[in-house]
């Protein structure tokens, strides 16, 4: 057992990251199963894993919600969060992203890098997170560790850094060797640990080699192992083991190993390295926030004045769970802390060590720690809880915009009151969910990331608040934007009913934008003030809120301000933010508007003889074919389809390949609608 001076550098927070069906949720199983926390080991197929514990995720057989769980290896003590694979529950993962200092990336041996995982990745890249990545599945038929990463390389550009060889292939995978040590690790079928011992003759000079490309590459990024190189033609395996923890941490490259979760084989050496390569919260730089205009600095220091963001919320109708990351300072139970949001003061009730959904009591909590708390009343997902006496605001994490509606009624007259209940609580517990009223209909709305994000909350509303509900067609949310702008247009605004009058004057010229919405001033001669000019902005962006075309939000376009005039009594903010507002839907009036439909890269994966129908059906779609690959027995085939044109598509699939054929998609951005869309 090792001995670490301070307590912070045997900590790792990590996530667990891959594409839905990579075997995220079977690695978590795995390495609490090493680790001792687990006594056997739970599957997916069975509906007995620790992580997936929601009815929902068991039944449907994928991670929806983001499950933290807490276990010791070699003297360290690792905080795991299995996230979600599925594009609809992204934002999960940004909320998970936001709270962890390293991550472990899983892929299939098979498909390799696929959409969604490329898309975690770019949102690991965005919060700065070191990962490692484990190739998994090399027991499936057509596996194959270097197509893997040779996906690695050329999708997501790491430099991937392989430190191990499989021992034979597909079902005769029995283990790997390890290049920085030159060793076998093996595993009997039946065996729950690794047997240590030589490297099979047969790949003994497949071992040198590959360990001698290892050393080149990471001579080849890192100073003091290429010193080292050209002194002696070779690297040390402490000087390679501390090289690589150094281009892991700053992102430069990427460890690779192998193995197969399900069959238990490679999650020991996994382990080793997540302890070797990835930081601790000392390693980590300090978090900033903002207090008063001016940005702070918190240390990794139980002592340090206490901070910490919530990223996740469980509310449910016996009380709320509140999961922190602490960055700074200790929490004991009984504390107050201060809700910087909120501005708020709320005790804390218990402290909670997390196993998904068992927990187990606390007394304390340090600087680096990932507990759930009992108690708080008015904290959010990112929220910044602090100590009273020291304020401070962290950056929460970003939430996407939902790009899926549909109408939710309850049957019952009665329960109207208790959907709107349970509505909001959903939303609590999930910011990417929004619920709202529509002004025409009288419709309650929600909103979210997809069909199946959409299908998961109202099943929610029945399983979980005993509610039955009506639901509509789900729809999606469009955009508008600027074809053809226009220049010149005045608008005066006068209003005279007896007090003092409103008077504002202003010329807009309007252009499409590369970009969502830029203002800028160009009056000279000070005819409009500058703070005049601020309300004409502020009332632009309010103007964005409803075009001309179905009064769905404006992106896309520039307006400039050109001329303008007051009235020596009658100018106000007031009337230049109504001069601005009314103005800009003027001239939205005048434009010619173009309207944009949300649109989603899909990667279809069916048997070769069943493309044609696919391809037929995606054109009817309205889908563009970008590319096809042949993976073993399969095809894939990517393209881009308009998200509307996606409901149901999942059945549609099944029935066109017995059942064989699998979809993904992820939101790409809005693209121009056809002439004849519907736009209400």
Known sequence: ??????????????????HVDAGKTTVTERILYATGTTHRRGEVHDGTTVTDFDPQERDRGITIFAAAVSCAWDGHRINLID??????????????????????AVFDAVAGVEPQSESVWRQADRHGVPRIAFVNKLDRAGADLDTAVASIRERLHPAPLVVQVPIGSESGFTGVVDLLRLRAL????????AQEGPVPEELREEAKRRRRI???????????????????????????????????????????????????????????AAVAYLPSPLDVPAVRGM??????????????????LAFKV????????????????TLEKGDTVRDADTRRTERIGRILRVQADRHAQLERAVAGDIVAVAGLKSARAGSTLCAPDAPLVLEPPGVAEPVVSMAVEARGRADGDRLVTALARLAEEDPSLVVRTDPETGQTLLSGMGELHLEVAVEKLRRAHGLEVNVGRPRVTYRETVGRGVSGLVYRHVKQDGGAGQFAHVVLDVEPLDGEFEFRSAVVGGRVPQEYVRAVEAGCREALAD????????????????????????????????????????ALRTCAMILLEPVAEVTVTVPEEAVGGVLGDLAARRGRVTGSSARPGATAVTATVPLAELFGY????????????TFTARPSGYAPAPVSTPVR
């Open 214 to 272: 290892l050393e080149e590459a990471v001579a080849e990024l890192h100073p003091a192992a290429l010193e080292e190189f050209c002194e002696r033609s070779t690297l040390a395996p402490q000087t390679l083991a501390s090289a690589l923890r150094d281009l892991t941490r700053s992102g430069d490259g990427v460890v690779v190993l192998c193995g197969s979760a399900y069959r238990n084989r490679g999650i020991e050496p996994l382990l080793d």
């Open 186 to 193: 093996t595993w009997a079928d039946g065996s729950d640990t």
């Open 1 to 18: 057992m090792r001995t670490n001076p301070n307590p912070l550098t045997a900590v790792r927070n990590l996530g667990i990251l891959a």
């Open 650 to 661: 999942a059945t549609r699939l099944r029935g066109r390949t017995q059942g064989r054929g």
């Open 547 to 586: 075009g001309p075309l179905g009064g769905h939000p404006v992106t896309g376009l520039r307006v400039t301000l050109t001329d303008g005039a007051t009235h020596v009594k009658d100018s106000s903010d007031t009337a230049f933010r109504t001069a601005g507002r009314l103005g800009l839907r003027e």
């Open 83 to 104: 996230t979600p694979g599925h594009v609809d529950f992204a934002d999960e993962v940004e909320r998970s992203l936001r709270v962890l200092d390293g991550a472990v």
């Open 291 to 308: 207090h008063d205009g001016a940005e702070q600095e918190r240390l990794a220091d139980p002592k340090a004045p206490f901070a910490a």
């Open 314 to 329: 469980n509310a449910t109708a016996t009380g709320r769970l509140t999961y922190l990351r602490i960055y700074s300072g």
